[in-house]
């Protein structure tokens, strides 16, 4: 995600990591698996804050939303990333994000709701059984992963806060600390970072709380300690490291479209047939396995996922963007 980019479809600058960066992540990647770690340039304590933040987190696989697909490497899911708050180079995640606490860690519920709550990372780890799944994300910029994450249905959270008729929508809200995430202290996009369903999204059961991938708890880099994954969606609107869910009845703003509103509308289907004003959604390019000379594969509708197309009978797809 960037609001200027050089060329019409052409890779950014940020998409091909430079030989040094790409070489010192995955130094980082086969150190991160053991107990005591330098790597030039990186202080221990960051990759101390990293290790200690995965934990083993056993969940059962939900063959209904397991992609049959080659999942992405665990070492590409987490090095290549968006999350601006820790900088805007794909790299800059997971060089940065270990300064981020999540731990304690809570998230207010309120709003339109019968039960507003605060919630620790604990308490909402035990709303529902974790369940493993496969999906496809794809990003507004034309790449794509598919990562096996963990979590439960966002339905589940939703129905035990008890929405009140005038619940419309949903509107998450992300942590975004200067003191933890050098990027606040950028102007690059209205602090914090929001993102917003209609509440008949947030309750399709693909729409995923998310609290792990690969097996553990989820890295700093990829959103820890909780975000969200909407996999019909522009990877943008799946928020990461939540702090805040409100349930309103207007629709809310989110950053991206804060920041551009003719390239990012409210809602941010994967489409084929709509492009975005500066990249074409036709087709995109597999992380990891699909080089810059190799031809792109097709962009799905809805990205695949065809049981999303009844939330959306007789919209304008190319209005409601
Ligand atoms: N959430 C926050 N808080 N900040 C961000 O910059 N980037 C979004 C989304 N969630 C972002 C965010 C974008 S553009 C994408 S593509 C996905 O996170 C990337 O998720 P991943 O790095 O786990 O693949």
Redesign the pocket.
């Known amino acids: 995600?960037q609001t200027k980019r050089p060329r019409f479809n052409e890779p950014l600058p940020s998409e091909i990591t430079p030989r040094d960066i790409f070489e010192s992540r995955r130094q980082f990647l086969q150190q991160i698996s053991v107990a005591t770690v330098t790597v030039a340039g990186l202080s221990d304590n960051v990759f101390a804050q990293t290790i200690a933040a995965r934990a083993k987190l056993a969940a059962r696989a939900n063959p209904a939303y397991f992609a049959k697909e080659k999942p992405t490497t665990f070492e590409d899911?987490t090095s290549y990333?968006?999350?601006?708050?820790f900088g805007m180079d794909k790299g800059d995640?997971m060089l940065y994000a270990g300064t981020l606490k999540t731990r304690p860690w809570t998230v207010r519920i309120d709003g339109e709701i019968k039960k507003p709550m605060t919630l620790d990372i604990d308490s909402l780890l035990k709303i529902a059984p974790l369940e493993e799944r496969l999906y496809r994300?794809r990003?507004v910029e034309g790449w794509s992963?598919a990562?096996p994450w963990i979590g439960y249905s966002l339905s589940e959270l939703i129905r035990k806060v008890e929405p009140n008729s005038n619940a419309k929508f949903i509107e998450f809200t992300?942590l975004a600390d200067a003191k933890q995430m050098p990027g606040v202290s950028s102007r690059v996009l209205d602090w914090p970072?929001t993102e917003g369903l209609r509440i008949d999204e947030a309750n399709h059961p693909l729409a995923l709380l998310c609290v792990g991938m690969y097996g553990q708890t989820l890295l700093n880099?990829?959103?820890a300690p909780v975000?969200v994954v909407l996999p019909w969606k522009y990877?943008?609107k799946?928020?990461?490291?939540i702090v805040r869910i409100r349930f309103t009845e207007t629709q809310p703003q989110t950053a991206w479209n804060r920041s551009a509103p003719e390239e990012y509308g409210f809602y941010s289907n994967v489409n084929p047939n709509v492009d975005h004003p500066r990249w074409s959604q036709g087709s995109e390019r597999r992380i990891g396995e699909d080089g810059f000379f190799t031809k792109k594969r097709k962009t799905l509708m809805f990205n695949g996922y065809p049981e999303v197309a009844s939330l959306y009978t007789g919209m304008d797809l190319k209005k409601f963007y």
Request: with cysteine.
């Open positions: 995600m899911a990333n968006n999350f601006y708050e995640p994300l990003c992963m990562i992300t970072y880099q990829n959103g975000r990877g943008f799946s928020a990461k490291s």
